[in-house]
């Protein structure tokens, strides 16, 4: 049989535990979450996602964005604007955005760009303190200030950029194995 009230003793009980051990342990450890920001930081855990940041590989040239525009068309509040580059001379689309631009003050932090591009591109960013005196320009991000290496990708992200870096090279293999074998043996004259 059970006695009437015994469960809000129990639940009782246990806020009174949590409440007195806060006291003693780390916030990252079930303590007092309450951290004095900025001075103290609470730690990210690495699927916290904020603004979506444009990858690199080695120097901001090398961005692997081809400018295709899915993340663009599928943006809910269309808040991305990218207008593909072309090639000096010829005017043949370039495969490289010439602009490429994100509204942060309509980004929903949804993460849909992430999830559609098809060249692991664009990704959820960590940074969380953006700050403006204007939103209609001051937080139209250009390409420039989303660019961000992969090594910082590696480093906040890494349960996400390691195999990301693991199908690319092993991509990267399989298509130098095909130009290989498909490149006739040279004859001596
Ligand atoms: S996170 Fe969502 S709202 Fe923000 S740019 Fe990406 S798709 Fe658009
Ligand atoms: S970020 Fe990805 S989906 Fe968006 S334009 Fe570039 S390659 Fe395409």
């Not at 949590?18 to 916030?27: D, E, G, L, V």
């Not at 940041?53 to 990218?82: M, S, W």
């Not at 991000?141 to 890494?158: A, G, H, M, V």
């Amino acid at each position: 049989m059970t006695l009437f009230g015994t469960g809000v003793l129990k639940g009782l009980i246990v806020t009174l535990k949590n409440f007195a051990t806060s006291y003693f342990r780390k916030p990252d450890n079930g303590g007092i979450f309450t951290v004095q920001y900025p001075e103290e930081r609470a730690k990210e855990i690495e699927s916290f996602r904020n603004f979506p940041f444009l990858v690199y590989d080695g120097t901001p040239e090398k961005i692997r964005c081809v400018a295709c525009g899915i993340c663009e068309r599928e943006c809910p509040p269309k808040c991305i604007h990218i207008v593909m580059e072309t090639e000096a001379g010829t005017g043949k689309p370039a495969k490289r955005p010439a602009v490429f631009e994100i509204d942060y003050g309509l980004c929903m932090n949804c993460g849909m760009c992430e999830d559609v591009c098809p060249f692991d591109s664009i990704y959820m960013d960590h940074a969380f303190e953006v700050t403006a005196s204007d939103r209609t320009q001051e937080l139209v991000r250009p390409k420039e200030t989303l660019l961000k290496s992969n090594d910082y990708f590696l480093k906040i992200r890494p349960g996400t950029a390691t195999p990301v870096d693991q199908k690319r090279r092993a991509a990267e293999e399989k298509k130098k194995t095909a130009q290989a074998a498909a490149t006739p043996p040279k004859t001596n004259p």
